[in-house]
Nanobody, 127 residues
Framework: QVQLVESGGGLVQAGGSLRLSCAAS????????MGWFRQAPGEEREFVAA????????LYADSVKGRFTASRDNAKNTVYLQMNSLKPEDTAIYYC????????????????????YGQGTQVTVSS
């Protein structure tokens, strides 16, 4: 079955960096776009970034554009989220997820287009 395991979260000061990883299994990884989402307490889950199945196309939320970079290593079935210049408002649980459809030509940002979320990893940015 599909398994997604996120890691790399932690506590960091504002302006710092973290690199999240998501190890995937149970599906043909290199045919699915992978997304990153986050959810802060009392807030809805929101799109952060995504790396398309062919790895050359990425999409970012406006709030993280220029600070976060999504990438993937299809040989390792792993997707990454490099987070730089972190802000307190980036504090949330971060999840990776799998696009519902393989080989989609357009990178989706709608959470409804994704499923199989991982257990999440906590990111806390102190001011």
């Amino acid at each position: 079955q599909v398994q997604l395991v996120e890691s790399g979260g932690g506590l960091v000061q504002a302006g710092g960096s973290l690199r999240l990883s998501c190890a995937a299994s149970g599906f043909v990884f290199n045919t699915y776009t992978m997304g990153w989402f986050r959810q802060a307490p009392g807030e809805e889950r929101e799109f952060v970034a995504a790396a398309s199945w062919y790895a050359y196309n990425t999409l970012y939320a406006d709030s993280v554009k220029g600070r976060f970079t999504a990438s993937r290593d299809n040989a390792k079935n792993t997707v990454y989220l490099q987070m730089n210049s972190l802000k307190p408002e980036d504090t949330a649980i971060y999840y990776c997820a799998v696009d519902r459809s393989p080989l989609r030509p357009v990178v989706p940002s709608d959470p409804l287009r994704y499923n199989y979320y991982g257990q999440g990893t906590q990111v806390t940015v102190s001011s």
